[in-house]
C-alpha cells in the first residue's frame, strides 16, 4: 500500500511570512496527526483528526497555526506568521481506525524559519 | 490527555549488551503503548507495542513489560548491536497519542 504523503520536503522562509504544509494519509486511514518535532526531542502533537473532525487540538497554537482536513481525506497544516521557534520538522501520521494502533508516518516537511 | 515522561535521555552500552528504557503515565485511561524507532533523519517506526490487558510481549531481542498499577512500561533490548543504535520513543494512547521525549541509544562495538 502507498504510504503517507507529505510536502514539501523542506521549506525556508523568513520570520513572519506564512507556509502551508499538505498530507495524504494511507487509503482509508480515519485517523490523522499532525506532530512537531523540534531536533532532539519528541514529537510534539498539535492536532488529531478522526475522519473531518478534530479530536485534539490542545497543543496547537492557535493565534497562528490552523489544520483543515477536507472531505475526511488530505489535511493542511498552516503557520501565519512564522516565528524563529517555529523551526522544526513538521510529521504527519494516520492510522486506520484510532489511537489504539500503529501509526504511519510520513518523510515529514523540515521548515527552517530565518 | 496528558504526555508521558521517558528516561534515560541518553543510553550508551557496549555491543552485546541489554539496554532497559522506562516511561512513565498519569493518565490511568491510556490503554496502548508503543515504542517507535527512528533513526537520524528518518521517520520514526514502530517496533513493537502492547495493550493494557497484556503485562508483557516479545518479539525476537525486543520486548515491552507493563506495570498498569505503577503506570510505567519498559523497552527491553537484549544482544544490542550497533543497528540498534537510533533514538527510542515512547508512546500512549487513549483519545489521542502522545509521545516521549525520546532516548538516544548508541550501541558501541
Known amino acids: 500500500e502507498a504510504g503517507v504523503a507529505q510536502s514539501p520536503r523542506y521549506k525556508i522562509i523568513e520570520k513572519r511570512q506564512s507556509v502551508a504544509f499538505w498530507c495524504n494519509p494511507i487509503?482509508?486511514?480515519?485517523?490523522l496527526y499532525w506532530y512537531q518535532q523540534i531536533l532532539g526531542q519528541g514529537p510534539k502533537l498539535l492536532i488529531q483528526?478522526?475522519?473531518?473532525?478534530?479530536?485534539?487540538d490542545s497543543q496547537l497554537p492557535k493565534d497562528r497555526f490552523s489544520a483543515e482536513r477536507l472531505k475526511g481525506v488530505d489535511s493542511t497544516l498552516k503557520i501565519q506568521p512564522a516565528k524563529l521557534e517555529d523551526s522544526a520538522v513538521y510529521l504527519c501520521?494516520?492510522?486506520?481506525?484510532?489511537?489504539?494502533?500503529?501509526?504511519?508516518f510520513g518523510s515529514g516537511t523540515q521548515l527552517s524559519v530565518l | 490527555g496528558e504526555n508521558v515522561e521517558q528516561h534515560p535521555s541518553t543510553l550508551s552500552v557496549q555491543e552485546g549488551d541489554s539496554a532497559v528504557i522506562k516511561c512513565t503515565y498519569s493518565?490511568?485511561?491510556?490503554?496502548?503503548f508503543p515504542w517507535y524507532k527512528q533513526e537520524l533523519g528518518k521517520r520514526p517506526q514502530l517496533i513493537i507495542d502492547?495493550?493494557?490487558?497484556?503485562g508483557e510481549k516479545k518479539d525476537q531481542r525486543i520486548a515491552v513489560t507493563l506495570n498498569k498499577t505503577a503506570k510505567h512500561f519498559s523497552l527491553h533490548i537484549t544482544e544490542t548491536q550497533p543497528e540498534d543504535s537510533a533514538v527510542y520513543f515512547c508512546?500512549?494512547?487513549?483519545?489521542?497519542?502522545?509521545f516521549g521525549a525520546g532516548t538516544r541509544l548508541t550501541v558501541k562495538p
Open positions: 501520521a494516520s492510522s486506520r481506525s484510532g489511537t489504539n494502533e500503529k501509526l504511519f
Open positions: 487509503s482509508g486511514h480515519a485517523t
Open positions: 483528526f478522526q475522519n473531518n473532525g478534530v479530536v485534539d
Open positions: 493518565d490511568s485511561a491510556s490503554n496502548y
Open positions: 502492547i495493550r493494557s490487558n497484556v
Open positions: 508512546a500512549r494512547g487513549d483519545n489521542d497519542m502522545r
